[in-house]
């Protein structure tokens, strides 16, 4: 029964496997699924294992009982333009009283009748925004989504529901959120013992009781802590202005994290020359000397950058980006003391790795191991830094 | 869902739930099998195993794990110990080991006569391998005490209920055997019984008001932690102690420091909304 839809949700990379498959089949015989609805949520139940994975089973089942392409794309676009939450707040009385006369029934049915008709036509979402004052939902500027929520009653289809992709948000391959960045983050783990003597060894008191003749003999000794120090400098402003909410979010999840022994953050703009700075607008400068100096060879490095910039601006004498700040020494040589300094270092490239094709990317990618700042990226950075030497 | 003879949950009166909960809960007690719940704090994922065990009128045993959690406590621990100690001072009879094995959380709920609920609280708290030591035990439900020759068989399997905040990844074996359900953040209509479950006294036109702001507020990206359930009681709470009136809410949402507690998200909503809708009074 049902065995293509297996093999969709296989083929969509749901991780499904036979196991779960006989257990579903076994809630189907004993009769415990009786209709679509609730086929959809226990067959998700049964067969899923991680929300990350709920949108794949969605266009799945969309793909198995539909048997039509999913409309995504236009949801996509309608849901791009609606996305300000303001629109909603900055209602006028006007609207808000237009809004309200209209039954949340027929608005529902309208909204579908639309979709469908989208779908059929495939044309793109200028149609929807376009309408402004005719369409309830142009000029409301609700969100599509608001209005299923909030219309939502409990027997709705199941094949709907699957239609909304709520879950698209949850997919890790699109996402990364603070706390996902924090998981990765506890990789970075290199456990010794350290501090007071509070942690009973029981191999060595048995050993010690014994030889004292079963006169017993604690010994103690000191507990593993995480011994980690983390260094991480990030690229800010300029082509980097499309990645600060990205960056925001790693700094934030590295800088909550309770587990480092010490965590050190600086900023630098376009490529490293002979200072860092404490602070985003660069003011507080500190030098790279002085930096090298001071901090030990096992800090772990994450170098956070588009490393994308004009072959001079990394190679040439006074190449900076910033005609005032005149280094006499080239950012290239800068880069390569860094990474002969540091025993660990990384660099994360938030921009697509496609794009890496770019000379200076190539340069920088040679004296830094490069990985994309998504959450796999992350997770094989944070390996690299852990390794042994 | 249709039953089949075994109890049915069919939700308690102080915890309000979706009807898929209802039936992955009805599923995983039918099969036989753990339930894995997951979702964002504040969703009731603890709450839940609660809830079914007063729903069924079953007795509840809550085992909490921490980071030093061992499986094997979940089982039995032999007290070592205490009988080196007894056998110093002499004080007590040390022939029969049976005296120093205690039965853990899971022990007990294999042990009892009559079906429990088991709630594994927090299980990604324990080390990386917890879940995989666990598996035959959750899948058997018995387990053996060689200290003892003993083996405690479970009378009944009791109902469990495992949460997890995805802090750690879950081993696949040990998901393979759990039916699995994300308790998504309630939607305005869920939230509106959770909220009168909390408040049964709040007049209509305040919470729809209040909804409908706290709603829109999620909706903000990039805010750092996005106010849950929690938050949303205080704010409540609030608002009717300061006795303010359902219209100024979403126009001037007060005592917003209760629903955003990061610095930095405050900050982005007053620097980036307040003023954007015209409005400067903040508490």
Redesign the interface.
């Known amino acids: 029964m049902f065995t293509d839809f297996f093999y969709i949700l296989r083929k969509r990379k749901v ?1 499904v ?1 036979i ?2 498959w006989m ?1 579903l089949m ?2 189907l015989a ?5 209709n679509l609805d ?1 086929f959809y ?2 067959a998700r ?2 067969l ?4 990350a994975y ?1 949108d794949h089973y969605d266009v799945a089942f969309q793909e198995y009982f539909t048997g039509i392409e999913t409309p995504a794309e236009i949801l996509e676009q309608i849901l791009e333009w609606l ?1 300000d ?2 629109n ?3 209602l006028t009385e006007e609207e808000l009283a237009l809004f309200d006369s209209l039954d949340f029934d027929e608005l529902l049915k309208e909204l579908e009748k639309r979709l469908k008709e989208q779908t059929e036509q495939h044309d793109g979402g200028g149609y929807w925004i376009g309408r402004g004052g005719t369409s309830p939902f142009g000029h409301s500027g609700y ?1 599509p989504a ?1 209005i299923r ?2 219309g ?1 009653s ?1 027997g709705r289809h199941a094949i709907q529901i699957a239609g909304e992709r ?1 879950f698209r948000n ?1 997919r890790n391959d699109l996402t990364l959120d ?2 996902q960045v924090k ?1 990765a983050l ?1 990789g970075l783990r290199q456990l010794s013992r350290i501090g007071p003597e509070d942690e009973l060894d029981l191999e060595e008191t048995i050993e010690a009781t014994a030889k004292n003749a ?1 006169e ?1 003999d604690l010994i103690w000794r000191r507990s593993r802590k995480n011994a980690v120090k983390v260094l991480l400098l990030m690229d800010v402003g300029g082509s980097m202005e499309p990645f600060a ?1 990205l960056c925001s ?1 790693l700094f ?1 999840a590295a800088h909550s994290s309770t587990h480092f022994k010490d965590f050190r953050y600086y900023y630098f703009h376009n490529c490293i020359y002979d200072n860092l700075y404490q602070d985003i607008e660069r003011q507080e400068a500190i030098s790279i000397d002085r930096l090298l100096r001071t901090l030990e060879p096992d800090y772990k490095l994450l170098l956070v950058g588009d490393a994308r910039m004009g072959s001079w601006e990394l190679m040439e004498r006074y190449g900076a980006i910033n005609y005032y700040e005149r280094n006499e020494t080239p950012g290239i040589v800068w880069l390569k003391r860094i990474a002969e300094h540091f025993t660990h270092c990384v660099w994360l490239n938030p921009d697509d790795p496609r794009f890496w094709i770019h000379p200076t990317i190539r340069v920088i990618g040679k004296l830094f191991p490069m990985f994309p700042l998504t959450l796999d990226g992350l997770g094989q950075a944070v390996k690299r830094l852990v390794v042994k030497k | 869902m249709k039953s089949d003879g075994f109890d049915q949950f069919k939700g308690s009166p102080d915890y309000v739930t979706s009807e898929p909960l209802r039936n992955a809960v009805n599923v995983a007690i039918a099969l036989g099998r753990p339930l894995l719940i997951r979702g964002e704090p504040g969703t009731g994922k603890t709450l839940l195993a609660h809830s079914i065990a007063r729903g069924l009128g079953k007795k509840l045993i809550v085992w909490n794990i921490k980071s030093t959690t061992k499986a094997q406590e979940g089982l039995y621990v032999y007290d070592t110990v205490q009988r080196l100690n007894d056998s110093r001072f002499g004080d007590r009879d040390v022939s029969d080991i049976k005296h120093y094995i205690q039965l853990g959380k899971l022990g007990q709920a294999f042990a009892s006569p009559e079906q429990l609920v088991l709630l594994i609280d927090e299980i990604d708290k324990a080390d990386i391998e917890f879940p995989n030591d666990l598996l035959n035990e959750l899948d058997e439900m018995s387990f053996y005490i060689p200290e003892t020759n003993e083996t405690i068989t479970a009378v009944h399997r009791p109902i469990t209920v495992i949460t997890s905040n995805a802090e750690k990844e879950l081993p696949d074996a040990f998901l393979r055997r759990c039916i699995f359900h994300y308790i998504e953040f309630p939607d305005p209509k869920l939230m509106e019984e959770i909220v009168q479950v909390h408040f049964p006294d709040i007049k209509n036109s305040l919470l729809r008001e209040v909804l409908k702001t706290f709603y829109s507020l999620r909706e903000i990206d990039e805010f750092r932690k996005k106010p849950s359930t929690g938050e949303l009681i205080d704010w409540i709470r609030a608002l009717i102690a300061g006795g303010i009136p359902h219209e100024s809410i979403s126009k001037e949402i007060p005592f917003i420091g209760t629903l955003l507690k990061k610095e930095t998200d405050y900050d982005y909503f007053v620097n980036n909304y307040m003023t954007r809708i015209g409005n400067r009074y903040v508490h």
């Open positions: 991780p496997s196991t779960e257990t076994e809630s004993k009769g415990y699924i009786t609730e949520f226990l139940a049964i899923v294992k991680s929300e709920y996305k939450p303001l909603r707040m900055t969100h608001g929520i909030g939502e409990r709520r949850y603070v706390r998981i506890k079963g017993i909410l979010q934030s």
